[in-house]
């Protein structure tokens, strides 16, 4: 997991990158919904209960930011955007 803070004149975006097995395209948006939970890949740990995603969109968006889920070569990007506030 890389996680990365990048701040300019008027955002200030969080990013956590994995090298994992990815969230297909058609379930990106799915995974910020609640309790939505995709399968657990063979052999992984137990899958998770759906709601660090869904909370994380519900806190960020109330403060003014937006989250998205991008693709990367081999995982996910999940970047937090936030408007800095002078």
Do not use: M, N, Y
């Not at 008027?10 to 990013?15: A, E, G, P, T």
């Not at 995603?53 to 995982?75: K, N």
């Not at 996910?76 to 800095?84: I, K, R």
């Amino acid at each position: 997991v890389l996680v990365r803070l990048t701040v300019a004149a008027d955002r200030v975006v969080l990013s956590v990158c994995d090298s994992g097995p990815g969230i297909p395209a058609q379930w990106r948006q799915q995974v910020l919904t609640p309790f939505f939970r995709l399968d657990a890949a063979p052999g992984s740990a137990k899958a998770g209960a759906g709601v660090g995603l869904a909370v994380v969109q519900r806190l960020v968006e109330g403060a003014g930011g937006t989250v998205r889920i991008d693709e990367l070569d081999g995982g996910t990007a999940v970047l937090v955007s936030q408007p800095t506030h002078h």
